[in-house]
């Protein structure tokens, strides 16, 4: 049973340019969190999509960030316009019904903004 | 937002030692979660806790849901080389977000 997949794992932008994160839950799960890391830092929540909806976005910041969970396809989280304070390890987790069920992470995706 | 204070934030370990970490917070949580990073990966999840006062085990890890809780500990015993890399305390609310202590990274003594 594959675990949750993310891609890239690596991604480096120029200052500007557009960030676009995927994660493919485990089979089965159909709750997507999104979480951002720091260097020497925890993980820090940013939204919670489940199938076509957006279930709690209390962690994302207002503007240039965007997450979706279509019904076929993988979750994105969007980043418009990076700038270098973006630079962090982004995780994505899925469980199988939502609310007090186990998170399972991904490997995460590195983006680095030059 | 909710904090959680993880302890301690580093610790040497030698082969063959016991180690102890805990986690604190001025909120209280339905479920208490504990996972393990290694370097350039993601979280694996190590142990979950549901109720108050429980007490579980995963091979030679063992971590305690606090009765209050609001506090949670994970025990290693007899440590091996692999052990190494950051453990992670995770409080959950009912709504679903997990929120996470800064980590305790455990390094091997020179």
């Known amino acids: 049973n594959a675990g949750v997949m993310q891609n890239p794992r690596h991604l480096v932008r120029r200052r500007g340019q557009e960030a676009r994160l995927r994660c493919s839950p485990m089979?089965?799960?159909?709750?997507v969190y999104w979480y951002r890391q720091l260097p020497e830092e925890g993980l820090k929540f940013m939204v919670y999509?489940?199938?076509?909806?957006?279930?709690?976005e209390s962690g994302m910041p207002k503007e240039r960030f965007s997450a979706e969970f279509p019904k076929e396809g993988p979750s994105i989280l969007r980043i418009q316009q990076v700038v270098r304070g973006d630079s962090a390890a982004y995780f994505c987790?899925?469980?199988?019904?939502?609310?007090?069920?186990?998170?399972?992470f991904g490997p995460g995706t590195r983006l680095l903004v030059l | 937002g909710q904090q959680l204070n993880q302890s301690p934030q580093s610790m040497f370990i030698q082969e063959g030692e016991d180690v102890s970490m805990n986690c604190t917070s001025s909120?209280?949580?339905?479920?208490w979660l504990w996972y393990k990073q290694d370097p350039g990966e993601g979280p694996v999840l190590l142990i979950a806790?549901?109720?108050?006062?429980e007490l579980t085990s995963n091979g030679r890890l063992t971590a305690q849901f606090g009765i209050t809780r609001k506090d949670s500990f994970l025990n290693i015993s007899a440590s091996i080389p692999s052990d190494v890399g950051i453990y992670f305390c995770?409080?959950?609310?009912?709504?679903?977000?997990?929120?996470f202590g800064k980590g305790t990274k455990l390094s091997v003594k020179p």
């Open positions: 987790a899925s469980s199988p019904l939502g609310i007090g069920e186990t998170q399972y």
């Open positions: 089979k089965g799960h159909s709750h």
């Open positions: 999509l489940q199938k076509e909806n957006i279930i709690d």
């Open positions: 909120s209280i949580f339905n479920t």
């Open positions: 806790l549901y109720k108050a006062g």
């Open positions: 995770a409080g959950q609310f009912k709504r679903g977000n997990l929120i």
